[in-house]
């Protein structure tokens, strides 16, 4: 007798996201306290009500991650384009580490973010907690053209002369999937899940050889979530969907080889699964939550709690209010029919909590819900208007942009505060490059005035007890201090140090911890640079920047900055170029 789909009534929120997007690191870079804690505030001469703050000139900041290892950045120009690297201890001079792979943008190629690849490993410490994030070696593809590839290949990070290191056998043609799952204790184990167009899902590891074939997975299978062992840090297997028995939910492990038993919801094995979506990282028990929808139903899907050590392979458990009432994510704008899930910037979490928001509309406008879960339980904190840029969680409390507002919530959901806004003509822009947060410190950027003519760098407690409003200047990313709350919370990873363009040209950086402090010059842009950006999160004092100088098309340069040492910029890279290739890797 066929067993009842389960999910078919699974009521469900917005923006689609594809299954097994590569996972390229965390944020943190980009382009380029307002009033009483209870309340809005009147505005003033910082914006919010706050005058702008004068910060102390400094000779250089502490507190970093002493992350001493080699930076990576490719350029599509010069004598010799390819892939460098630059040591910290001696930045005037870069290494050339590959001069294979393809970087002109004019070619039918693989884009940059799935090229190259930082792999990462950390230290993971008796209490759970993380420490040591770093990249230990980037992988990439040697040979970016679709119709010439030459493979996988990693250079390493902490070697005095990197080479360029073949991984697998793999000649692939076309990448169209991945799910990397990390192994922090040790990157060789990490792997890498692919498919190949037409051709099925097959496995590698960072330490096969260019002799060792990859793992194929049985074309009855489709993966659908990682499965973390969280211990380890490391992968532990997938779930996947077994088209050859009704489509039910089923685990491999890292050989790819099928487990014994099925997963099931109370005691059942659905079938006739037709989306399994992650929703956020694993728990600190490796537990997971994924939206589900039914074959009937494909485009909207129920919320599940599943636990990978209860059962055969793991149970699922429905998430519900007070009430009983499942969470509802409602069918995505553009096919094929999936529930839409919340942007990574509008999901965060503090342990094992989570927080999103979920509009009411498929376009993106309009009112939006606050959801708060917990284990498997939902509920509703509030309904807002014009979802803004972030829902950031710091210590006992939880950010949202809303609108022309900063909002703030405690942790259980109760405490709702206003500690931005702006009720003057004009009103105010808010943004931010920065999703990440240190000692209850949020930082985003204020544009008020006729057509935003007046930019602030902004610095907000997120109890609304103090703030910083640098005027004239613009947040571009930030560095990390390597530590996390567990494993499972790269997304947590905490900030040190906050970098900002002043007065248009100007690169500074504050310590994220005490910005008040004061800020280091690290140095002017070169020529007529406008703008600076930064890729994702990395541990410090050593980063890289993209300057860029505004025009049709940007010009581009890559930028080395040491935020121990004031005026440490220098231009890295051979020569100005118009590829937008001329950057740095991601994660560093």
């Given at each position: 007798m066929?067993?009842?789909n389960?999910f078919?009534g699974?009521?469900?929120?917005?923006?689609?996201?594809?299954?097994?997007?590569f996972l390229?690191?965390?944020?943190?870079g980009?382009s380029?306290?307002n009033?009483?804690?209870a309340g809005?505030?009147?505005?003033?001469g910082g914006?919010?009500g706050?005058?702008?703050?004068?910060l102390?000139?400094?000779?250089?900041?502490?507190?970093?991650?002493d992350?001493?290892?080699?930076?990576?950045?490719?350029q599509?120009?010069?004598a010799?384009?390819?892939?460098?690297?630059?040591?910290?201890?001696?930045?005037e001079?870069?290494?050339?580490?590959?001069?294979?792979?393809?970087?002109?943008?004019?070619?039918?190629?693989?884009?940059y973010?799935?090229?190259f690849?930082p792999?990462?490993?950390?230290?993971?410490?008796a209490d759970?907690?993380?420490s040591?994030?770093?990249?230990?070696?980037?992988?990439?593809?040697?040979?970016?053209?679709?119709?010439d590839?030459?493979?996988?290949?990693?250079?390493?990070?902490?070697?005095?002369?990197?080479?360029?290191?073949p991984?697998?056998?793999?000649?692939?043609?076309l990448?169209t999937?991945?799910?990397?799952?990390?192994?922090?204790?040790?990157?060789?184990?990490?792997?890498v899940?692919?498919?190949?167009?037409?051709?099925?899902?097959?496995?590698?590891l960072?330490s096969?050889d260019?002799?060792t074939d990859p793992?194929?997975?049985?074309e009855?299978?489709?993966?659908?979530?990682?499965?973390?062992?969280p211990d380890l840090?490391?992968?532990?297997?997938?779930l996947?969907?077994d088209?050859?028995?009704?489509?039910?939910?089923?685990?491999?492990g890292m050989?790819?080889?099928?487990e014994?038993?099925?997963v099931?919801?109370e005691?059942v094995?659905?079938a006739?699964?037709?989306?399994?979506?992650?929703?956020?990282g694993p728990?600190?028990?490796?537990?997971q939550?994924?939206?589900?929808?039914g074959?009937a139903?494909?485009?909207?899907?129920?919320l599940f709690?599943?636990?990978?050590?209860?059962g055969d392979?793991?149970?699922?458990?429905?998430v519900?209010?007070?009430e009983g009432?499942?969470?509802v994510?409602?069918?995505?704008?553009?096919?094929p029919p999936?529930p839409?899930?919340?942007?990574?910037q509008h999901?965060?979490?503090?342990?094992?909590?989570?927080?999103?928001a979920?509009?009411?509309n498929?376009?993106?406008f309009?009112?939006f819900?606050?959801?708060r879960v917990?284990?498997?339980?939902?509920?509703?904190?509030?309904?807002?208007?014009?979802?803004?840029?972030?829902?950031i969680?710091?210590?006992d409390?939880?950010?949202?942009?809303s609108e022309d507002?900063?909002?703030?919530?405690?942790?259980d959901?109760?405490?709702?505060?206003?500690?931005?806004?702006?009720?003057s003509?004009?009103?105010?822009d808010i943004?931010?490059?920065?999703?990440?947060?240190?000692d209850g410190?949020?930082?985003?950027?204020?544009?008020t005035?006729?057509g935003?003519?007046?930019?602030?760098a902004?610095a907000?407690?997120?109890?609304?007890?103090?703030q910083?409003?640098?005027?004239d200047a613009?947040?571009v990313?930030?560095?990390?201090?390597?530590?996390a709350?567990?494993?499972t919370?790269l997304d947590a990873?905490?900030?040190?140090?906050?970098?900002?363009l002043?007065?248009?040209?100007?690169?500074?950086?504050v310590?994220?911890a005490t910005?008040?402090?004061g800020?280091?010059?690290?140095?002017?842009?070169?020529?007529?640079?406008?703008?600076?950006?930064?890729y994702?999160?990395?541990?410090?004092?050593?980063?890289?920047?993209?300057a860029v100088s505004?025009?049709?098309?940007e010009?581009l340069?890559?930028?080395?900055v040491?935020t121990r040492?004031e005026?440490?910029?220098?231009?890295?890279?051979?020569?100005?170029s118009g590829?937008?290739d001329q950057?740095?890797?991601?994660?560093?």
């Amino acid at each position: 007798m066929k067993t009842r789909n389960q999910f078919s009534g699974a009521r469900a929120g917005v923006l689609a996201v594809a299954l097994g997007a590569f996972l390229a690191g965390c944020g943190g870079g980009g382009s380029s306290s307002n009033g009483a804690a209870a309340g809005p505030s009147a505005p003033g001469g910082g914006g919010g009500g706050v005058e702008p703050t004068e910060l102390p000139a400094l000779a250089g900041l502490e507190g970093d991650a002493d992350n001493q290892d080699l930076l990576y950045f490719t350029q599509p120009e010069g004598a010799d384009p390819g892939l460098y690297a630059v040591d910290p201890a001696a930045p005037e001079t870069s290494i050339l580490v590959d001069d294979r792979v393809l970087l002109d943008e004019n070619a039918f190629s693989l884009s940059y973010d799935r090229s190259f690849l930082p792999i990462h490993e950390a230290s993971l410490n008796a209490d759970g907690s993380l420490s040591d994030f770093r990249v230990d070696r980037v992988l990439y593809f040697d040979n970016r053209s679709l119709l010439d590839t030459n493979g996988f290949h990693t250079a390493a990070t902490d070697v005095a002369d990197p080479q360029p290191d073949p991984v697998s056998s793999e000649d692939l043609i076309l990448l169209t999937n991945a799910i990397i799952q990390y192994a922090l204790d040790d990157a060789d184990n990490t792997s890498v899940l692919y498919e190949l167009s037409d051709q099925g899902w097959y496995q590698f590891l960072l330490s096969d050889d260019e002799n060792t074939d990859p793992l194929q997975l049985a074309e009855r299978f489709t993966p659908v979530a990682p499965v973390l062992d969280p211990d380890l840090g490391r992968g532990a297997g997938y779930l996947v969907i077994d088209s050859d028995d009704d489509n039910r939910i089923k685990r491999v492990g890292m050989d790819l080889q099928l487990e014994s038993g099925q997963v099931t919801v109370e005691g059942v094995a659905p079938a006739e699964t037709a989306r399994v979506l992650p929703l956020g990282g694993p728990l600190n028990d490796g537990a997971q939550y994924l939206v589900i929808s039914g074959e009937a139903s494909p485009g909207t899907g129920g919320l599940f709690l599943y636990r990978p050590d209860q059962g055969d392979v793991g149970t699922l458990e429905q998430v519900v209010n007070g009430e009983g009432e499942p969470l509802v994510f409602n069918e995505s704008l553009f096919p094929p029919p999936t529930p839409a899930l919340p942007a990574p910037q509008h999901l965060t979490r503090s342990d094992d909590v989570l927080f999103f928001a979920m509009q009411g509309n498929v376009l993106g406008f309009g009112d939006f819900d606050l959801i708060r879960v917990e284990g498997a339980d939902w509920r509703l904190v509030a309904t807002e208007s014009s979802l803004g840029e972030f829902v950031i969680a710091s210590g006992d409390r939880v950010a949202v942009h809303s609108e022309d507002q900063v909002l703030s919530f405690a942790l259980d959901g109760s405490d709702r505060r206003v500690i931005d806004s702006d009720d003057s003509m004009f009103g105010q822009d808010i943004s931010t490059p920065v999703l990440g947060a240190r000692d209850g410190w949020i930082f985003y950027n204020r544009d008020t005035g006729i057509g935003g003519a007046d930019r602030f760098a902004v610095a907000n407690r997120l109890d609304g007890g103090d703030q910083v409003v640098i005027a004239d200047a613009s947040w571009v990313g930030a560095s990390s201090t390597g530590t996390a709350p567990s494993s499972t919370q790269l997304d947590a990873m905490e900030v040190s140090e906050v970098f900002m363009l002043r007065n248009g040209t100007e690169l500074a950086a504050v310590s994220a911890a005490t910005p008040a402090a004061g800020a280091v010059r690290l140095g002017q842009l070169p020529d007529s640079a406008d703008q600076a950006r930064m890729y994702g999160l990395a541990p410090g004092p050593h980063r890289l920047l993209q300057a860029v100088s505004s025009g049709a098309p940007e010009t581009l340069d890559v930028l080395y900055v040491n935020t121990r040492e004031e005026d440490s910029l220098r231009v890295i890279s051979e020569q100005s170029s118009g590829d937008a290739d001329q950057r740095p890797v991601k994660g560093f």
